[in-house]
């Protein structure tokens, strides 16, 4: 990878973990495995519980549940393919 591709990379990984909220739904581009098992599946609709901030920002994550283990996944920007907001955005009282 070349390094104007890379810091193209960085920059949209960080841009979508700004725009993407807590209650906001996210899909990925490939299966992810954890210990030789299916934690999230692609093209499955998966909402954000959490978001883990870093620094810098390209290392920060999106948590989410998974449907097949009920566990908390961590999932870098990188592997969304797509997301969509929540219709009632999520607010602490």
């Known amino acids: 990878m070349e390094g104007n591709d890379f810091t193209e ?4 990984t960080a841009f979508l973990w700004q725009e993407i909220s807590v209650g906001d739904r996210v899909m990925l581009d490939a299966d992810l ?3 030789h098992a299916v934690k999230l599946k692609r093209n499955h609709p998966y909402q954000v ?4 901030e870093a620094n810098p920002l390209e290392k920060s994550l999106l948590v989410v549940e998974s449907d097949l283990t009920g566990e908390l996944v961590q999932v870098h920007p990188a592997l969304i393919c797509s997301y969509q907001s929540a219709i009632t955005p999520f607010t602490l009282s």
């Open 9 to 12: 990379l960085l920059l949209e």
């Open 33 to 35: 495995y954890d210990e």
């Open 49 to 52: 519980v959490a978001k883990l």
